[in-house]
Each structure stands twice: as C-alpha cells, then as structure tokens.
C-alpha cells in the first residue's frame, strides 16, 4: 500500500521534536535467540575451524552476519502473503508487484527474479560481451563477478574521498566522473555497453550517492549515447541519506527522491532482500523494450515464467508491500539512527570505525585496532573471531581473508584495509541488543594486545572467505 495513504505509515508522528528515535513497530511474534557459554563457543569456533560461516545460527546470540533477506517481515507483508495468487501466468501478485515498481522506480520493464544476482545475470548476459569494460562506483562482488563471467572488466571508479575511510565527506559513494571520461575515451563508446552506479555503495562501506552526482554520470553517460544502470538494492536508505544530507532536498519526501533518482537512469538491478524488506525477491527494471524481451527469454529459461521469475505469488506480495514500507520516514529515521548508534558505541569503545557510518552496516577497522598483527596474519578475521568468542557476536570479515591475492611465491598481496563489518538486519534487534553488541566490542577491546592472527590451512580457489580453514598462529 502506498504509504501516503496510509495513517501508519505516513511522517505525521511527532518523533523529530525528541531526542530518542524510537523503533517505529512493536514486536508482533517474537523468535527466541541462542545463549551459549564461552566453552561452547571456543569448541563451536575450533569445529567451524575459525570461519565464522561455518557456525550454525543456533550458536550465533545477534547475527550480524549481513542485512540480505534477514529482517523481520511486517503483519501487512504477512497479510499480503496470504492474498499471494499462485497463477502460473499473469497472477494477480504480479500485477500489485509490477504497478508497485513501476510507480516508484518508472520503469516500464519490469522483470521479477528470485533475488539481485539473478537480474544481474540477464542484463549482463544480454548486454555485455567479451572485452567490453563496465565502468561502476565500485561492483558489488556478485556484480563483479557476473560483469567478468561475461569475459568483460569490471572497473571501479570511486571518487578518492570513498577510499579514505576516515574521510567525512557526505556523499562518498559519489563516482569520480572525470575517471568516467577517461575510461570511455580509453576504451572507446563502442566498449563501455553500460555504466552502472551502486546505491548505496556496500562493497565501500554503505556510504550513498548525491543526486548532483547521478546527474553528473547521466550527462557524461549521454554524450556518449551510453546507458545508466543503478544497482538499486539500498535505494531507500540512499534516498535518506540524499534528504539529509544533499543541498535543496529537505523538504522532499524518500519516494519523491527515489523517484528522482531512477528518473536518471535507463534501468535498476534489484534485491529485494535489502530495501525490498523481504526475506527473497528482486527485479531487473527498465525502459529499454527490446533488451527487456531478450532478458525475459533468458529468464524464462532459467527463473521461470515473467509473470514470476522464480518466485511465489506471495513472494511478490511481501516485496510489493516492503518497497512502500522501506520508503516510510519514521523507518528509515530509526534505521540509519540505529545503524549510527552502533557505530558510536564501537567508538567510545576505543575501536575506529570507518566514518561516517553507513546506511546497513558498522565496519570496525582491525588493521588500527591490532596494529601488532600483520595483515597476513588476518587482524579483521582475528577480531570477527574474538567478538564472536567473547559474547556471540557474528560479524563478517572484510579484508585479506576476502581480497587478499596469493602469490606463486606463497606470499600474498594484502587488501586496501582490513575491516569488521557489522550488517544491522531490518526491524530484527532492539536497542538493548545492540548496547550488548557493544559491550561485546568494549570488552574486546580492552584486550585486543592480547588477540593473536590466524593462518589458513585449507582454502578453495576462489570466494575463499566463505570456506577456508584457519587456525591461530
Ligand atoms: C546483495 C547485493 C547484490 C546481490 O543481491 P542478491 O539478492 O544477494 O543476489 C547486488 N548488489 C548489491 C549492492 C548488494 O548489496
């Protein structure tokens, strides 16, 4: 339902003349979490063999593992699910899931899939080839690695200001649009097939994208006669960030932004399991018809009919009902205070984190916090490890055990930095959950000199983060 037509969702509530931004929901069902005792969770660590992917979430107190498809559905979404029409082709669901993303995003295309990897699997199919370079502010890795599936470049282009994580710059997902330029001009039009902004930025830290600069990226993409893409899957928390912190843009409303922002783009990628509040779901939207008929044969052979693209009915329904709510102000108020409350809790804990804190997550820098562990000992999966050890705590890491390069010589090329990242799930934990979070990170802290690195014993070839085997040094 949209929420300007409706009295719990619309930005009535007093909340902003109070300094505590309370969660705008009650609790509906609730789901017991797991306790374990410090023995319990050394064996769990040494089982799992100090991959935190290995632990079973009923050894796992707060799992902030990611925010992908692990939020709490609202009692409209469960309503809806109930209204799900199973029709094979043309379901009523799909009907409510289509005029939804068309009336927000304006697309005239609108391709279900089962989740973000699937529509980016049919764009990139259909409209990149071997040796073409897809210019981004940075690809998500399963973006990346559908762009390379394809025998195409994945470059990134971030501005500088995106890199520095101490950088307090408002908008730094922005793309560096003069690196745009000289890509194009590099590779020539004929090799750049579509240009691809993500918003907002995980892979860099959740940070968002201005609508100056989305504004900037379409002049250059159309001068040359070049789509513009976005990757969609934070569009509301990104049109937030654009309300509060963008110049002239105050008084408008999270969908009057969103709907701005995809006024400047050709096409979007979805997951539905971020913004759309859902625990499956996505979309590939866009204006282009022909392009859009080439993908949808290519999802019918491999999703399912267009009219379902691998989902339930009902799947369409929660995802329908979760893109309005994830637009409502008194959510996304309480969402980015929440996330930034993390982050001020990790650092009275004396642990930096990357600044300023972004939409979904809270990224703890290892490489400052254990400045006497080397990065090929894993300072970020030696402290993941610690927080889980000390109170429960999953967090991912996102450092050399992810990027790091092996070398033939049996070194490796370390990553930029070494990070925690601490993904908060939609509408899932309270307040008092995350004051736990961060005495876990304090106590931690207090004896991080103590923390010792890890050495990998067993690791696949590639995406090793979510299996190798590691132990301490
Ligand atoms: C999660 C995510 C994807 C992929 O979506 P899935 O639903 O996990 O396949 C793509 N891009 C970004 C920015 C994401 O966060």
Not at 15 to 34: G, L, W
Not at 116 to 136: M, N, T
Not at 159 to 187: C, M, R, W, Y
Not at 226 to 247: G, H, M, S, T, Y
Request: proline share 5%; charged share 25%; hydrophobic share 40%.
């Amino acid at each position: 339902m949209d929420p300007q037509s409706d009295p719990l969702h619309t930005d009535r509530h007093p909340q902003t003349s109070f300094q505590t931004i309370i969660e705008p929901f009650r609790v509906h069902s609730v789901e017991p979490i797991a306790f374990t005792t410090h023995a319990e969770r050394l064996a769990a660590l040494e089982r799992s063999r100090y991959n935190l992917f290995g632990l079973k979430a009923s050894e796992v107190t707060i799992d902030l593992l990611t925010d992908s498809g692990t939020g709490a559905m609202s009692t409209r979404q469960w309503a809806g699910m109930m209204m799900g029409d199973e029709s094979y082709a043309g379901s009523r669901s799909y009907e409510r899931f289509n005029e939804t993303v068309t009336s927000i995003t304006g697309f005239s295309e609108v391709l279900p899939t089962h989740q973000g990897r699937a529509a980016e699997r049919l764009l990139f199919s259909e409209a990149v080839g071997s040796g073409d370079v897809v210019p981004s502010n940075t690809h998500f890795d399963t973006t990346r690695a559908n762009v390379e599936h394809e025998g195409a470049e994945a470059r990134d282009l971030l501005i500088p200001e995106g890199k520095d994580s101490q950088s307090e710059h408002p908008f730094k997902g922005n793309l560096d649009t003069a690196s745009l330029e000289s890509t194009i001009e590099e590779v020539g039009r004929e090799r750049v097939p579509l240009v691809i902004v993500t918003i907002t930025n995980n892979s860099g830290g959740g940070q968002p994208v201005s609508l100056a600069n989305l504004r900037a990226v379409r002049e250059v993409c159309d001068r040359h006669g070049i789509p513009l893409f976005l990757d969609a899957c934070r569009f509301a928390e990104n049109a937030w960030f654009v309300k509060q912190r963008e110049p002239g843009y105050s008084d408008h409303s999270p969908l009057e932004i969103a709907r701005e922002m995809f006024a400047l783009a050709d096409g979007a990628t979805m997951s539905a399991k971020k913004d759309g509040m859902s625990n499956i779901g996505g979309f590939l939207a866009m204006n282009d018809r022909d392009l859009a008929a080439r993908c949808r044969n290519l999802l019918i052979l491999t999703e399912g009919f267009p009219t379902y693209g691998g989902l339930a009915g009902y799947d369409l329904e929660a995802v329908a009902v979760g893109f309005w709510e994830a637009l409502d102000e008194n959510y996304l108020r309480y969402r980015a205070r929440s996330t930034a409350y993390l982050a001020e809790l990790a650092e009275k804990a004396g642990v930096p984190t990357v600044r300023p804190p972004g939409g979904h997550a809270v990224y703890l820098d290892a490489a400052r916090l254990l400045p006497h562990i080397p990065s090929s000992q894993y300072p970020a999966q030696a402290l993941a490890c610690a927080l889980y050890l000390e109170g429960g705590v999953r967090g991912v890491e996102i450092g050399s055990l992810m990027f790091g390069k092996p070398q033939e010589n049996g070194t490796e090329i370390p990553a930029e930095m070494e990070l925690v990242r601490l993904a908060v799930p939609r509408r899932t934990y309270t307040q008092s959950h995350i004051d736990y979070v961060g005495e876990v990170i304090a106590a931690v802290a207090r004896n991080s000199q103590d923390l010792r690195g890890l050495r990998i014993i067993d690791q696949p070839l590639w995406l090793r983060h979510f299996t190798a085997a590691l132990e301490p040094v």
